[in-house]
């Protein structure tokens, strides 16, 4: 159980940084697919909280927060891209040190929650 843990969430940690490298190539005008940056559900990080995360942990109350701060974040995302399009690429990439932000506090949701769930709580 632990190794698979470990596992699981080193999988998702990776998709979550994948998300956050997605956007920062769309923002800098490098061609990448919208939809798994814009929709939280299209991106695999969030088909990992959904299928995984919520059925699972859904119990403790970081797997909501990280529900809820993962659309956030998508929202957010949304915005810069947004903002990019209309030729605003300056304040859209100013607009990623909100993302860090909230990105960073993900991270820390997720190893608290692996860490949870290590302790069999």
Same mark, same amino acid.
């Given at each position: 159980?632990?190794?698979?843990?470990?596992?699981?969430?080193?999988?998702?940690?990776?998709?979550?940084?994948?998300?956050?490298?997605?956007?920062?190539?769309?923002?800098?005008?490098?061609?990448?697919?919208?939809?798994?940056?814009?929709?939280?559900?299209?991106?695999?990080?969030?088909?990992?909280?959904?299928?995984?995360?919520?059925?699972?942990?859904?119990?403790?109350?970081?797997?909501? @927060?990280?529900?809820? *701060?993962?659309?956030? &974040?998508?929202?957010?995302?949304?915005? !810069?891209?947004?903002?990019?399009?209309? /030729? #605003?690429?300056?304040?859209?990439?100013?607009?990623?040190? @909100?993302?860090?932000? *909230?990105?960073?506090? &993900?991270?820390?949701?997720?190893?608290? !929650?692996?860490?949870?769930?290590?302790? /069999? #709580?």
């Amino acid at each position: 159980m632990t190794d698979s843990l470990k596992q699981d969430f080193d999988s998702a940690l990776v998709k979550h940084l994948l998300f956050k490298s997605k956007l920062r190539s769309f923002l800098y005008g490098n061609g990448t697919s919208q939809a798994p940056i814009r929709d939280p559900l299209a991106c695999s990080f969030g088909q990992w909280i959904a299928t995984q995360v919520l059925p699972q942990y859904g119990h403790l109350p970081e797997s909501r @927060e990280l529900d809820r *701060l993962h659309i956030r &974040i998508h929202q957010i995302a949304n915005r !810069l891209m947004d903002l990019h399009q209309r /030729g #605003q690429q300056e304040e859209a990439i100013a607009g990623l040190a @909100e993302i860090n932000v *909230l990105a960073d506090h &993900i991270t820390v949701l997720m190893r608290t !929650l692996e860490e949870k769930l290590r302790a /069999g #709580q």
